[in-house]
C-alpha cells in the first residue's frame, strides 16, 4: 500500500468545527449563548478549543469569537446568573476562581490540594450551593506518599486499578467543597476533600446541591466484578470548613434500587428556588453493557416515595418509543412546556432525538415532530435555559451540523433559529448535493435496518455502480446514527456507496432485541450483515462482486468474522482495534464482556474455564482465519485498554503466516477510540488507500473522485 496524498476532501469535512459545549449566559436584555468548538488542524496535527458567543436582541443576531484558555478545564454559571466558575490548571498552578460579571472575587489555589481537575461527563461536579457562596467540584486525589504513611512504602505501590478505557489516569476521583465568601470566617480559605467517615470503597462525583445542606452525588463502587453506582444524599454542615480541618467527614446515606446501577442526580427548583424533586436514570445491574434507562423521581418535600417516571421499553408498539438509550442528563435539563418537564436526548433507531417527559405525569412527548428540518436529521440537545429554551445541534450525512435555539411559543410549539451553520468550499458542497441518504429496513430480519449514503449520479441508469462499503458498528450494543460523521461522508465523496446496518443487539429498538443477541454474537450479528449486503444487491444499489467491508471493536469482530465466514463475499477489510479471540480478554478494562455476550456468569474469581473458552473461540474470528482470502489491513492503538493490540496482533500474524495480504498500521499512545488529529488523519487516508488498491481505484488530486488505474 503507498500513501497516495493528502485526502483533501476529508481534511476539509474533519476540520469543520465540532460542538463541544454550548451554554445560556444571564442576561436581562438579550438570549446570550456561548458555544465551545473543537476545532483540528491536520497541517499541525493540533486541536484546541474556540469560544463563540451569540447575542440575540430583538431578532438581531451578533456574534464574536474568542481563543479558549487552553487553561480553563470547566466552567459553570450560577442560578441567578451573578457569578461563574472557572476552573483553571496549568502545568504549575491548578487555581478555582469566582467571577462575578468582569470582576474576580476570590482566587484559590488549590495546586497542593489536589491533583488534576475531573471535567469528564462521568465524574464532573461544578455546582454552586444556594447561596453562591461554595461549589463542589470534582477533581483527583493526592496519591499517598510515604512520608503521608510514616515511611510505610507499600501503600504507594499497591496495585490500585484505575476506571478503564479514558480514565486510565483516574484512580482516586474526589469531590472538594470551595468557599470564598463564609459567614463566619468572612475569607477566603482552602478547597477542602469532602469524604465519608467510614472507609466502605465509594468514591464521589457528579454532585448537586439541593439546598446548603443537602447534596445528591453518584457514588462508585470500585471492586474487581465492576463499577456499581448509586446515588447518595450527603449532609453538609453550611460552616463547617475551616483550615484547621482540611478533610471534611460528612455523613452519607445511600438510595437504594435494588438490581439497578444509578447515576445523574438532578434537582429540581420551583419558580421560588426551592428543591422540590430528586431525578436520576438507572440500568439493570449485570448482563450486557447498554440497555433500556429508566428515569426516576424522589419528592423532596413530603414523603412519597421513590417511582419510576420513564420504565425500560420491551418490544416497542407499532414503531413507538423504543425507551431511553445512550443517555445522560443535561446539568439543567428542566423547561416549562407548559408545566415543568425535563429534556433527554437519546436514540430513536437510526436517529438521535430529544424527548421531554411531564416531570409530575410522566408523559413522554417526541419532540423532534416539530423541530423541522429533513426527517432523517439527527438532533442533539446541548443545553436549556431552565424556562422555554434549548440548544441544538442538527446534523445528517449529508449536511455538517448547525447550531439551532429553539423556543417555545404561547401554543406550545418550538420556533427555530439557526445560528451557526457549517460552511464548506463550493467543491465539496457540489459533492455533498449529489448525495442521498436512506434508512432501509431489512426484510425477515425485524428491527434491523441500514443506513445508505450514496450518489444520485451513481445511480442513474446506465452507470457502472460503486463498489459498497459495510461499516458494521462496535459495542455491540452501540448504534450508528444519521448524525454528520465525516470519515463516512468523506468515503461517500470519494465515491463509494456507505451501508451502516443496525444488526440485532443494536440500542434504540428496544430491550427485547438487545437480549437477542446474547449467546449469538458472531453468528446473528454476522448474518444480519450479510443479509444487509444481499438486500442492497436486490434492491440494484450496489453489485455482487462490488463489496468491501471495515470496522472498529465489535465491529471490526464482525469484519473478521464476515471474511472469514463469508471469503469470497468481499474484495478488500478494514479491522480497527479489533476483537479477534474473545477468549483471551482478561487484561482489557472490561474482562466480563465476553462472559456478558455469551450469557455466562462473571466472577473475577472464576476465569475463563475450558468450557468457557470453546465457547468464546467457536465464535471469534480466529476460529475461522484459516478460510480467510481477503486482503486486511489492521490498524491499532498502541494503548488500548478495551481491546488489548495483542488481538489485532496475533489475528495479522495469522493472516501472514496463511499467505493472505495483510499491513498494519500502529499507533503508539492512542487508545481504543482514536484521539489524535495525526492519528485520524493517517488513518483515514489509509482506508482510502487500502480499498484503492485492492479495487483498481486511485484518487485524483482533489480527493472526491476515483478512477480505474490503466
Excluded at 477533581?139 to 478505557?165: I, M, Q, S, V, W
Excluded at 429553539?406 to 467543491?427: G, I, K, M, Y
Excluded at 467457536?618 to 478495551?642: E, F, K, Q, Y
Aim: hydrophobic share 35%; aromatic share 8%; with cysteine.
Amino acid at each position: 500500500m503507498l500513501y497516495s496524498g493528502p485526502p483533501l476532501a476529508h481534511k476539509e469535512l474533519s476540520e469543520l468545527p465540532v460542538l463541544d459545549s454550548a451554554h445560556f449566559l444571564p442576561s436581562k436584555t438579550a438570549t446570550v449563548i456561548r458555544a465551545n468548538y473543537l476545532v483540528r488542524n491536520h497541517e499541525h496535527d493540533t486541536k484546541q478549543i474556540v469560544a463563540k458567543t451569540f447575542t440575540l436582541s430583538e431578532h438581531i443576531l451578533s456574534a464574536t469569537i474568542a481563543m479558549h484558555a487552553s487553561d480553563v478545564k470547566g466552567s459553570a454559571v450560577s442560578r441567578s446568573g451573578n457569578h461563574q466558575a472557572i476552573l483553571r490548571e496549568s502545568l504549575a498552578t491548578r487555581r478555582v476562581e469566582i467571577w462575578s460579571d468582569l470582576r474576580l472575587i476570590a482566587s484559590i489555589d488549590v495546586s497542593k490540594t489536589h491533583g488534576p481537575f475531573l471535567t469528564d461527563a462521568v465524574f464532573q461536579s461544578i455546582s454552586f450551593s444556594p447561596s453562591e457562596t461554595a461549589i463542589i467540584y470534582a477533581a483527583e486525589a493526592n496519591p499517598e506518599t510515604a512520608d503521608d504513611l510514616r515511611y510505610d512504602p507499600y501503600p504507594k505501590h499497591r496495585y490500585n486499578p484505575h476506571f478503564g478505557e479514558s480514565y486510565s489516569g483516574t484512580r482516586r476521583p474526589t469531590l472538594f467543597m470551595a468557599r470564598w465568601r463564609d459567614q463566619v470566617l468572612s475569607k477566603n480559605i482552602p478547597a477542602v476533600e469532602i469524604s465519608l467517615p467510614r472507609s466502605d470503597g465509594v468514591i464521589f462525583g457528579q454532585a448537586i446541591f439541593a439546598t446548603e445542606k443537602r447534596i445528591f452525588a453518584t457514588g462508585f463502587r470500585k471492586n474487581e466484578d465492576g463499577q456499581p453506582t448509586s446515588i447518595w444524599e450527603i449532609k453538609a454542615a453550611e460552616n463547617s470548613v475551616s483550615e484547621d480541618h482540611p478533610n471534611q467527614y460528612y455523613p452519607a446515606f445511600e438510595i437504594k434500587v435494588p438490581g439497578r446501577s444509578c447515576r445523574s442526580p438532578r434537582v429540581f427548583l420551583d419558580k421560588n428556588g426551592l428543591p422540590r424533586q430528586l431525578f436520576w436514570l438507572s440500568n439493570p445491574l449485570g448482563g450486557v453493557h447498554a440497555s433500556s434507562t429508566s428515569l426516576h423521581v424522589r419528592d423532596l418535600v413530603g414523603d412519597s416515595g421513590d417511582r419510576i417516571l420513564v420504565d425500560n421499553v420491551s418490544d416497542p408498539v407499532n414503531g413507538g418509543f423504543p425507551g431511553l438509550y445512550d443517555c445522560n442528563l443535561l446539568p439543567d435539563p428542566f423547561i416549562y412546556n407548559p408545566t415543568p418537564s425535563i429534556l433527554i436526548q437519546t436514540t430513536w433507531g437510526s436517529m438521535v432525538t430529544v424527548v421531554s417527559v411531564d416531570i409530575k405525569t410522566g408523559l413522554l412527548t417526541h419532540e423532534r415532530s416539530q423541530l423541522g428540518g429533513n426527517p432523517l436529521d439527527s438532533w442533539s440537545l446541548l443545553a436549556t435555559d431552565g424556562s422555554s429554551q434549548m440548544l441544538c445541534s442538527q446534523s445528517s450525512l449529508t449536511t455538517p451540523l448547525k447550531l439551532v435555539l429553539l423556543t417555545l411559543n404561547d401554543s406550545r410549539e418550538w420556533v427555530s433559529r439557526v445560528l451557526e451553520s457549517s460552511v464548506v468550499s463550493p467543491q465539496v458542497q457540489e459533492k455533498l448535493d449529489d448525495l442521498i441518504l436512506s434508512v432501509i429496513h431489512i426484510p425477515d430480519r425485524y428491527p434491523v435496518e441500514t443506513i445508505v449514503l450514496q450518489s444520485k449520479k451513481a445511480m442513474e441508469t446506465g452507470a457502472p455502480k460503486p463498489y459498497c462499503i459495510t461499516f458494521p458498528h462496535g459495542g455491540p450494543h452501540s448504534v450508528y446514527t444519521t448524525s454528520f460523521l465525516p470519515l463516512v461522508t468523506a468515503l461517500a465523496l470519494e465515491g463509494y456507496t456507505l451501508s451502516m446496518p443496525n444488526y440485532t443487539g443494536t440500542l434504540g429498538y428496544g430491550d427485547k432485541y438487545i437480549q437477542k443477541l446474547v449467546s449469538q454474537i458472531g453468528s446473528l450479528d454476522t448474518s444480519d450483515c450479510v443479509a444487509a449486503v444481499e438486500e442492497l444487491i436486490k434492491r440494484g444499489i450496489s453489485d455482487r462482486d462490488k463489496q468491501l467491508v471495515f470496522g472498529g471493536s465489535h465491529g471490526g469482530f464482525i469484519t473478521g468474522n464476515l471474511i472469514g465466514q463469508h471469503p469470497d463475499l468481499f474484495k478488500a477489510a478494514v479491522m480497527i482495534n479489533p476483537v479477534t479471540s474473545a477468549g483471551e480478554f482478561s487484561s482489557s478494562d472490561i474482562p466480563d464482556w465476553p462472559f456478558a455476550e455469551a450469557g455466562l456468569a462473571y466472577m473475577s474469581s472464576t476465569g475463563v474455564t475450558p468450557e468457557a473458552y470453546k465457547t468464546f473461540y467457536d465464535a471469534s474470528p480466529m476460529a475461522h482465519v484459516g478460510n480467510v482470502r481477503t486482503p486486511v489491513l489492521l490498524i491499532l492503538g498502541g494503548s488500548d485498554l478495551r481491546v488489548p493490540p495483542t488481538q489485532g496482533k496475533t489475528y495479522f500474524h495469522a493472516l501472514k503466516e496463511r499467505g493472505v495480504p495483510t499491513e498494519m498500521l500502529m499507533f503508539p499512545g492512542e487508545g481504543h477510540s482514536f484521539e489524535g488529529v495525526e492519528a485520524l488523519r493517517v488513518t483515514y487516508a489509509s482506508i482510502r488507500d487500502w480499498f484503492g488498491v485492492h479495487t483498481g481505484r486511485e484518487v485524483d488530486k482533489f480527493g472526491t473522485e476515483a478512477r480505474l488505474i490503466r
